[in-house]
Nanobody
């Protein structure tokens, strides 16, 4: 089964830190770009951060300098370290795989995780 499983969401205090992790199922052999998106209340889903197999990263403007994305390409896992969390960071965070390949290598596809909720208390 092709899927991404997120973990690590929850409640954190204002200014605190939280780490999200995401693992791809064994049915996925390779993922070119892994990333995190978030959907804040009343807003559209937006890019938080992404990372390719060469380690090149991209961050949303609002998280630059506070969040760090990393991945283990061999294990098809990705993590998002979030520091200095603000109320506006609260929402549902989705793991994303772009250009993923299954064990049969029959073309690339896209996969989304189910989402992990982050709540920031003041």
């Amino acid at each position: 089964q092709v899927r991404l499983v997120e973990s690590g969401g929850g409640l954190v205090q204002l200014g605190g830190s939280l780490t999200l992790t995401c693992a791809a199922s064994p049915a996925i052999s390779r993922i070119d770009v892994m990333g995190w998106y978030r959907q804040l209340p009343g807003k559209q889903r937006e890019l938080v951060a992404s990372i390719d197999t060469d380690g090149r990263t991209e961050y949303g403007d609002s998280v630059k300098g506070r969040f760090t994305i990393s991945r283990d390409t061999a294990k098809n896992t990705v993590a998002l370290q979030m520091n200095n969390l603000r109320p506006e960071d609260a929402g549902v965070y989705y793991c994303h795989a772009d250009k993923a390949y299954g064990t049969n290598w029959r073309g690339a596809f896209e996969v989304w995780g189910r989402g992990s909720k982050v709540t920031v208390s003041s």
